[in-house]
């Protein structure tokens, strides 16, 4: 017995193998070039680029910057979220609005604030040059603006989750005894720990791959302030193809990674909320 599809099934089957084009023209096909292209001189290639101390500098100077902002990030990320959900005061509105900053603006605008705060001639250049601190063209300000950047999004991950489980566990907490401290590691921090993972990993994926506010900040000094996305920028612009794309490649499997992680972390998440 034939089955003919409905005017709606063929609809569908149609805006699904859309969606199957779009996706793959527009993340697919990409990746894979990148891939080819950053293979096709061959493994010999790739292995010179790895070693060559510029990629070096420019990988080891981006894991700090990623793992200074993530840590940053996640501690103050999770005292705004409870600030946010457990404290009622005047302005509360406006904190959470101000939250979402990162996200309307565009990483240069912040890249060039940092400037006109911490530049030649800045507001605060003067407090910081009497002490012989350097922030303008070196790493402090590249973690300041790559902070303020991924600030939202443990934020907004441990928000929902805190709103979500209540108060009931930590009243009945302190009034067993518990300290405020002893509260938040035995009793809210379990409770968050997988929306906690999901905001660290996407702040992760986020910090790897910042390039605009990092590039005014920085001075793009080679081999001193040039981070791995920087290194792809500069290596292009010289036209140094096959070392701009294995670094390109290399950070597109770390992005593969944290893309599995997160999606991860997203299904234990959402089975932890079930359960509750």
């Not at 080891?60 to 793992?67: D, F, G, K, P, Q």
């Not at 996200?103 to 890249?111: C, D, E, K, N, R």
């Not at 994926?205 to 792809?232: D, H, M, N, P, Y």
Request: charged residues 15%; glycine residues 6%; aromatic residues 8%.
């Amino acid at each position: 017995m034939s089955v003919v599809a409905t005017p709606k099934v063929r609809r569908r089957g149609w805006l699904l193998a859309a969606c199957l084009v779009w996706v793959g023209v527009l993340l697919l096909v990409p990746l894979v070039g990148i891939v080819i292209t950053a293979l096709e001189p061959g493994l010999h290639v790739v292995t010179e680029t790895v070693r060559a101390p510029d990629v070096i500098h420019a990988l080891e100077l981006t894991a700090v910057i990623t793992v200074i902002s993530v840590v940053v990030t996640a501690l103050f990320g999770v005292v705004v979220a409870w600030v946010l959900v457990r404290q009622r005061f005047w302005g509360r509105a406006l904190l959470n609005a101000t939250v979402d900053l990162p996200f309307a603006l565009s990483p240069v605008t912040v890249g060039l604030a940092a400037l006109v705060l911490f530049g030649p001639g800045g507001w605060l250049a003067p407090f910081f040059e009497s002490r012989g601190i350097q922030i303008i063209f070196a790493l402090p300000s590249m973690i300041l603006v790559t902070v303020f950047i991924c600030v939202p999004f443990t934020i907004r991950e441990v928000v929902p989750v805190l709103e979500e489980i209540g108060l009931d566990e930590e009243d009945a907490s302190r009034t067993l005894g518990a300290s405020v401290w002893q509260t938040f590691f035995r009793v809210t921090l379990p409770n968050i720990r997988w929306a906690l993972a999901y905001g660290v990993a996407l702040t992760t994926a986020r910090a790897i791959g910042e390039i605009g506010a990092v590039l005014i900040v920085s001075g793009l000094l080679q081999g001193k302030t040039e981070t791995a996305t920087l290194f792809i920028f500069r290596a292009y612009e010289e036209r140094q193809i096959p070392a701009a794309y294995v670094v390109a490649l290399l950070l597109a499997a770390v992005s593969v990674t944290l893309l599995v992680v997160i999606e991860f972390l997203r299904h234990r998440q959402e089975r932890e909320r079930s359960r509750t």
